[in-house]
T-cell receptor, first 114, second 116 residues
C-alpha cells in the first residue's frame, strides 16, 4: 500500500499522560500536514512541514502540542499532559511540493482521553 | 481570521434527486478544493478549482468557483446511494489578501444521506 499511513489507529489514554502519533506520508511527497477533526466538524489545520522544516503552525495550537519531521520523511505529533478536550481524530495528509496540489489523507488516529 | 462556511449542514434526499452544497469564504481564495468523507473514513480529494468562474464536471458532479473567488458549489445530479458521505470544501488563502499558502481551511461539511 503506497498511501499515507498512521500509527496507532486508536489510542486511549488517561488525562495528564503524554501521547505520540506517527505519520508516514506518500514517499515522493515533500509536504506533510497535521489536522484535528472532531465530530460534525471539518478537519482543523494544526501544522505543516515542507521536507524537515515546520513552515506553519496554527495560532490556536496549544504549547502542549509539538510536531517533528526529522529526516523529511515520517512525522510525529506529540501531545503532552493530555486533556479531555484533546479527544479527537488526528489526521495526517501529504502532498507534492506545492500548495496547489491535492492532499492525500491517512486513516487517522482516534484519541480518547479519559 | 479566514473562515469557510458551508450550507446546508445536512441534506436528506431520495435516490435520483439532485443535491447541492454551497461554500462561502470570508476572504478571497487562491483556490478551492472539495473532499468527500465516507462514514468512518478519511477525506478523499475530489477536485480543485483555481480560476475565477471555473466550472468542472466529473460524471454526475459539477463544481463551480465564483467570479470573486469567494464562493463555490458542488452539484450532484441524480444521487445514488454511493454518494452518501460528508462533502467538504477547503479554501486556500491568497497571499495577496493576507491569507496563508500553507494550509487548507475546511468548512464544516454537508452530510448527505440518500434514501433508496
Amino acid at each position: 500500500d503506497t498511501g499515507v499511513s498512521q500509527d496507532p489507529r486508536h489510542k486511549i489514554t488517561k488525562r495528564g499522560q503524554n501521547v505520540t502519533f506517527r505519520c508516514d506520508p506518500i514517499s515522493e511527497h515533500n509536504r506533510l500536514y497535521w489536522y484535528r477533526q472532531t465530530l460534525g466538524q471539518g478537519p482543523e489545520f494544526l501544522t505543516y512541514f515542507q521536507n524537515e522544516a515546520q513552515l506553519e503552525k496554527s495560532r490556536l495550537l496549544s504549547d502542549r502540542f509539538s510536531a517533528e519531521r526529522p529526516k523529511g520523511s515520517f512525522s510525529t505529533l506529540e501531545i503532552q499532559r493530555t486533556e479531555q478536550g484533546d479527544s479527537a481524530m488526528y489526521l495526517c495528509a501529504s502532498s507534492q511540493d506545492s500548495y496547489t496540489y491535492e492532499q492525500y489523507f491517512g486513516p487517522g488516529t482516534r484519541l480518547t482521553v479519559t | 481570521g479566514q473562515q469557510v462556511m458551508q450550507i446546508p449542514q445536512y441534506q436528506h434526499v431520495q435516490e435520483g434527486e439532485d443535491f447541492t452544497t454551497y461554500c462561502n469564504s470570508s476572504t478571497t481564495l487562491s483556490n478551492i478544493q472539495w473532499y468527500k468523507q465516507r462514514p468512518g473514513g478519511h477525506p478523499v480529494f475530489l477536485i480543485q478549482l483555481v480560476k475565477s468562474g471555473e466550472v468542472k464536471k466529473q460524471k454526475r458532479l459539477t463544481f463551480q468557483f465564483g467570479e470573486a473567488k469567494k464562493n463555490s458549489s458542488l452539484h450532484i445530479t441524480a444521487t445514488q446511494t454511493t454518494d452518501v458521505g460528508t462533502y467538504f470544501c477547503a479554501g486556500q488563502g491568497s497571499v495577496n489578501y493576507g491569507g496563508s499558502q500553507g494550509n487548507l481551511i475546511f468548512g464544516k461539511g454537508t452530510k448527505l444521506s440518500v434514501k433508496p
